[in-house]
């Protein structure tokens, strides 16, 4: 008679429980990167929401943040299993439903996490590193490499992107004990960075932007030596009156976007001690201190720059791009006074950018391990190394996969195609969220048994319930032309090819379930019972 096959792929996971409530901080904030995010959101909403106060966009933009800190402590502390929200949602919702959400997050992360943080490690702080040097210090030359770091195609940009990639996978392959060891000293000099980068906003007088500006420009040669600071802000035109508004619909789809992925050490609650405290405390206190730091620098970057400038620099950038020799970041425009000033802003950025790819390494290497644990993926991802307790096969996918999207980042425009992918991030988000909003309802068993311990059905459910309806507008902004010029977020004419990824995101979700359900079938093993069951330590 034929033996009929285990559960699970395995009898133990044969992952150890190294982390702690700092170390969960750590990776939060490593995510995070609090400037790096900063940067982006000061480039790119001004111009989807022109004269929105981005101080109260990133006061708004935390209550989601807050809202899923209470619900993927709660859930992770009643189910404490590497996978995270992969784990709950299958056991919640179902497997073919886990299978589509683990589609969607996965890819949610190699656009959001990966992608964008390598390229905007090369065209943003690597570039605007070496482009501020050689302004301040007069070497054309250093002007001239820094700008060829953002075209397209094959190049020294390209060559860079490809090993960080590399190295990403190097640190992550060798276990949490040196992923921890990693993540303390980089997050350490960023925060000393960052610290230098808000200590060269409080030292800017606003009086000398202009000149230094233009100074830049210059330094670029052709057409650019006459672009100047007076020119952007009349390209552009004035900015609305009406603040408020704009800063409400910006709330979600740009106020949290800094916060995006601070959750994902939710993926490694199978890996850390005292999950019910270390992750409560730790996404809480994360949220906090972000949130008080983006304010901040909200307030200097006006202070220093002026909202009409970053407005109109905004609006130039996206609407006539070849105007400007390198993008118009918050972080350039700091970097100009000096060369110290460069080195700090850049570093900061590059350490930033680093840490947070490693973590998202290391985060979604676990929900690829869970996959395989539960049979939904081949059994060999599920393979933990017993020297480092890494699962170096799913780390290796990871990689190869983060590789492929900076590929095809750096072989296209990078806007339109993060526009053409960009319903993938919120339906990513709001689907583990809307497993936990019905939980009590839909398993009450299971709820009393696992989170019911530490969490209220109705907290819970509310919580989740902000967190859905947030992600839910993000998707109709995304949709519809709410306001502004363009649209808000709206897609315009990528719409109807976003929403055929989406379609094919379902479609190989569909595919992956029943493919791992012929052959779980053709082993002996139901997928029904090993989804009804929370998988082992």
């Not at 070496?130 to 070497?139: D, F, K, R, S, W």
């Amino acid at each position: 008679m034929e033996k009929q096959a285990k559960t699970f792929a395995r009898d133990a996971t044969g992952l150890v429980r190294t982390l702690g409530f700092l170390d969960q901080f750590i990776i939060s904030q490593a995510i995070i990167v609090v400037v790096n995010g900063f940067v982006l959101t000061f480039l790119f909403a001004p111009v989807f929401f022109p004269g929105a106060n981005l101080a109260l966009v990133f006061t708004l933009g935390s209550i989601p943040a807050f809202a899923m800190s209470y619900v993927y402590a709660k859930m992770s502390a009643g189910m404490p299993r590497s996978g995270g929200d992969y784990v709950w949602s299958t056991r919640i919702l179902g497997p073919v439903y886990g299978s589509v959400q683990f589609v969607f997050l996965l890819i949610t992360t190699l656009i959001v996490g990966i992608t964008l943080s390598t390229w905007s490690n090369v065209s943003i702080a690597l570039s605007q590193l070496i482009y501020a040097l050689g302004v301040t210090t007069g070497n054309s030359g250093w002007v001239s490499f820094a700008m060829s770091l953002t075209s397209t195609g094959l190049g020294a940009g390209y060559a860079i992107a490809t090993f960080l990639v590399i190295l990403y996978i190097v640190i992550s392959i060798f276990g949490l004990r040196i992923f921890a060891w990693f993540q303390r000293a980089g997050l350490a000099l960023y925060y000393l960075s960052t610290a230098g980068f808000i200590g060269i906003l409080l030292l800017i007088d606003p009086n000398t932007i202009p000149a230094l500006f233009n100074k830049a420009m210059s330094a670029a040669g052709g057409s650019f030596t006459s672009v100047t600071y007076n020119s952007i802000i009349a390209q552009a035109g004035p900015s609305p009156s009406d603040w408020i508004t704009p800063s409400v619909l910006a709330a979600i789809p740009w106020g949290f976007l800094t916060f995006t992925g601070f959750n994902f050490g939710a993926y490694l609650a199978g890996e850390t001690r005292n999950v019910k405290s270390s992750m409560w405390r730790s996404l809480f206190i994360s949220v906090i201190v972000t949130v008080l730091l983006l304010i901040s620098m909200a307030f200097l970057v006006y202070r220093d720059f002026g909202i009409n400038f970053i407005n109109a620099l905004s609006s130039v950038q996206a609407n006539s791009p070849s105007t400007l020799p390198t993008l118009p970041t918050t972080s350039l425009l700091a970097s100009l006074g000096s060369p110290a000033a460069a080195v700090f802003v850049g570093l900061s950025l590059l350490i930033g950018w680093l840490i947070v790819c490693v973590a998202y390494i290391v985060t979604i290497s676990r929900m690829i391990f869970a996959a395989s644990f539960d049979r939904l993926l081949p059994n060999s991802l599920a393979g933990v190394s017993d020297r480092f307790h890494s699962p170096r096969n799913a780390v290796l996918v990871a990689g190869v996969l983060s590789w492929i999207f900076v590929t095809l980042y750096f072989f296209t425009n990078f806007f339109s195609t993060y526009l053409q992918l960009g319903l993938i991030a919120p339906i990513g988000y709001l689907m583990p969220l809307l497993a936990a909003m019905v939980f009590a309802w839909r398993k009450k068993d299971l709820f009393k048994s696992t989170v019911g311990q530490f969490a209220n059905s109705a907290a819970l459910g509310l919580a989740a319930l902000v967190g859905v309806g947030s992600f839910l507008f993000y998707i109709v902004a995304l949709s519809v032309p709410l306001s502004g010029p363009l649209g808000t977020v709206f897609l315009g004419g990528n719409l109807n090819f976003s929403y055929g990824v989406v379609i094919g995101t379902i479609i190989i979700g569909l595919v992956i379930y029943a493919a791992a359900s012929s052959h779980a079938k053709g082993i002996g093993v139901d997928l029904g019972k090993v989804y009804s069951e929370i998988p082992p330590e």
